[in-house]
């Protein structure tokens, strides 16, 4: 079974690792590759896909760009308006985002509680998008603060969510008054001093997740541990994605602590 990755670039990559690693364990043999793909070549690599793969994952910055180029899509992918897996039925190429429900297998696991949660969004990039309809989805109540209000403003109108903003005075009451707080910004991962919110600002009681994995300890859960908050990494999220993609490939569910050591060996 040929499995793969399309993305540009791809030195970071955790997934090779993990997809390997359950393929072995089940015996099911068969790969799973990187495929590097600069946006110029995504329609052959596309094709070659269509010819000689199962199925792949997809990532950074081919989520939306594949979409025209898949047959048909699952319920989440066309409502998200983003697609990180591709299923290939017999040259019928299916397109599915495991990453809204892989987001919330990673809340279920840890124990912590979404359904009906105050939720507030950092961040309204392509990952903000996947979670806010995945918690919205699941009976939160999901406001988002971002940079830029005009993308918070589409994520609101798109799929009627709370309140969005993008001052920092709003930001300060809207995150402690937050049972569920989600850091999906870039903040963390560029600059490891940085912290998308300041720890004055949190919520007495409640949980912080980053969707952060490299690193996995960022500024904002060490401050948010310290102040007696839950905290949840990225790692979760990543493998709960990945395993689920799994599942659609091969029909087996795969060995989920196989994925994580690989993950975390692959991370150092
Ligand atoms: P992804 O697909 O991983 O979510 P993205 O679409 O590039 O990545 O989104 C990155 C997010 O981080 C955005 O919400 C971005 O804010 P803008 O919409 O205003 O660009 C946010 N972000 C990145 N750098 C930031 C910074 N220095 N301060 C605040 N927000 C930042």
Redesign the pocket.
Known sequence: MRLGLIGYPLSHTLSPAMHTAALRTLGLGGSYVALETPGETLAQRVEEVRREYRGVNVT?PH?EAVMPYLDSLSPEARSIGAVNTIVNHAGRLEGHNTDAPGFLKGLEEAGIEYRGAKVLI????????AIAWALKQAGAQVRVA???LQ?AAQLQREFGLGEVTDDEWVLAGMARSSDLIVN????GL?DPA?T?LRAEWFPEKGTVVDIVYDPLETRLLREARAAGLKTLDGLPMLVWQGALAFELWTGVRPPIGVMYQAAQETLG
Do not use: W, Y
């Open positions: 950074v989520k950092l961040g309204a990039g392509g990952a903000a998008r971002n940079r830029t993308r999906t910004t870039t903040v560029k940085s998308p």
